[in-house]
């Protein structure tokens, strides 16, 4: 697997030659980062695509959360199997972050993310 790589502020990297992309274990840890940083339907291309923050980011909802981001992530390109899984929501803030250890064609990856 090969993808552009994105830099800090989460743009494409152009003008670097292969420094410009990312492959193997590292790509597929950036293409489930930017997955589970999409929101359903931001996509017009694939409006069912990405984690409904909208919907579960309540009171109530978070094995809902936790069960769409996991599915977003076992769905991924390369991954195997989820070793583990944790998550955090900040009720007042709306505040969502997870922590998983995935198993991928490549190897073995801990992936983070925040929203």
Known sequence: MIIRAIDSNGDWKFG??????KK???AISQNINTRL???KG??????????????????????LLDSD???VILQSEGVVRMQTYESEVNRSSREFSASSEIATIF?????????
Not at 16 to 21: A, D, E, H, K, P
Not at 107 to 115: K, L, P, Q
């Open 16 to 21: 670097s030659g292969f420094q410009s992309f």
């Open 24 to 26: 193997d274990l590292p």
């Open 37 to 39: 940083k999409s929101w």
């Open 42 to 63: 931001d996509s017009f291309a694939n409006p069912a695509e990405g984690v409904d923050y909208n919907n579960f980011l309540g009171i109530g909802t978070k094995l």
């Open 69 to 71: 981001v996991k599915r």
């Open 107 to 115: 190897g073995t990856d801990i992936i983070n993310t925040e929203v």
